[in-house]
């Protein structure tokens, strides 16, 4: 057996340095990544200085006259919605997808004050640009912690709420001791293609990798090889600063937003893990558990649980995501 979990381990870091070899420098726009449809900007004027945020706009032959907004999480961007997109679209749907300021194609300011409401806020002058009035917003992990501040920001808007494995389905700061911008920052600045290829491998899959999961992890790696990575890791701290002192988990009983939780539960993804004991560590993180809590919390909220699925549902196991989502949606 031990020689057996020797020669796999071998075999997984003999990959692992095949690919870091072929890890593509990323400009820091991801200008020389394509995205899988075709991009758009926006001009943003805040915090006295002007940003730039892309989007995404696909709108089907056949709409059908309802709009679904989408949002990614910390680690992604927008590219990795493309089989949502894909299956939305084909129902005939109008998908409109953000990376968020400091994501992705977006500006990576030098100075930004982030909150979630002034994410929404960006986020709501794309629906605006586009003259769209009324949208279902889906949201996952981080982008769950968005969408939850934007239906309670804009219920006119929102029409449908969809909470993909959010985090914040909890509040770390009970748990976890407070860790500075520059803590945060220069835990950012040790990235790499190894460290980030285990953390995805043990928090969001279970240790169970598929060649497909790579293009998420080289998305991320292909920035630390850029001379501007410190820019990408400061905008990066920052947003864990975000996560960890904005929790929306006080006010999910404040929704009245038709809501479906899709949750992986094998996923036990939360903010400051390595901070704690083991002991408390075991006690953060239930997905299994925090879908149910959080049901109970907003009022008629439906909840589709994925067993033996963790963080990524629409990744990992895409027909089980969505085949609920579409049957809600089309309520």
Do not use: C
Not at 151 to 176: F, H, R, S
Not at 277 to 302: H, P, S
């Amino acid at each position: 057996m031990k020689f057996k979990l020797l020669i796999g381990l071998f075999f997984i870091t003999i990959g692992s340095f095949g690919q870091q070899e072929k890890l593509q420098w990323l400009d820091i726009d991801l200008s020389n990544y394509e995205y899988p449809y075709p991009v758009h900007f926006i001009t943003l004027k805040v915090q006295q200085q002007e940003l730039k945020m892309e989007y995404m706009d696909v709108k089907p032959d056949n709409y059908n006259g309802k709009n679904v907004l989408l949002l990614h999480g910390k680690n992604f961007n927008g590219a990795y919605w493309k089989t949502t997109i894909d299956a939305l679209t084909k129902k005939g749907f109008r998908v409109i997808v953000p990376d968020q300021i400091g994501f992705g194609k977006s500006s990576k300011p030098d100075n930004f004050q982030y909150t979630f409401q002034q994410l929404a806020q960006n986020t709501k002058q794309i629906l605006d640009t586009l003259g769209i009035q009324k949208t279902a917003v889906l949201g996952h992990s981080m982008g769950g912690m968005l969408a939850t501040r934007f239906a309670l920001m804009y219920p006119e808007v929102t029409e449908k709420l969809i909470l993909e494995n959010p985090i914040g389905l909890e509040d770390w700061k009970l748990k976890v001791p407070y860790q500075t911008v520059d803590w945060w920052y220069k835990n950012e600045l040790t990235q790499g293609y190894d460290r980030i290829k285990k953390y995805q491998l043990d928090s969001y899959y279970d240790g169970k990798w598929k060649p497909e999961y790579d293009e998420w992890v080289n998305l991320l790696a292909g920035w630390t090889l850029n001379s501007d990575f410190n820019k990408i890791a400061w905008n990066s701290a920052l947003t864990y600063d975000m996560i960890f002192t904005q929790p929306v988990v006080y006010e999910f009983q404040n929704i009245k937003t038709p809501t479906l939780l899709i949750i992986g539960t094998r996923d036990r993804t939360a903010l400051g893990k390595p901070l704690v004991t083991d002991e408390v560590r075991k006690t953060m993180g239930l997905y299994a558990v925090l879908g149910k809590e959080t049901q109970k919390k907003i009022a008629n909220a439906e909840l589709v649980e994925i067993s033996n699925i963790g963080h990524m549902p629409h990744i990992e196991s895409f027909d089980k995501f969505i085949q609920p989502l579409i049957t809600f949606l089309e309520k």
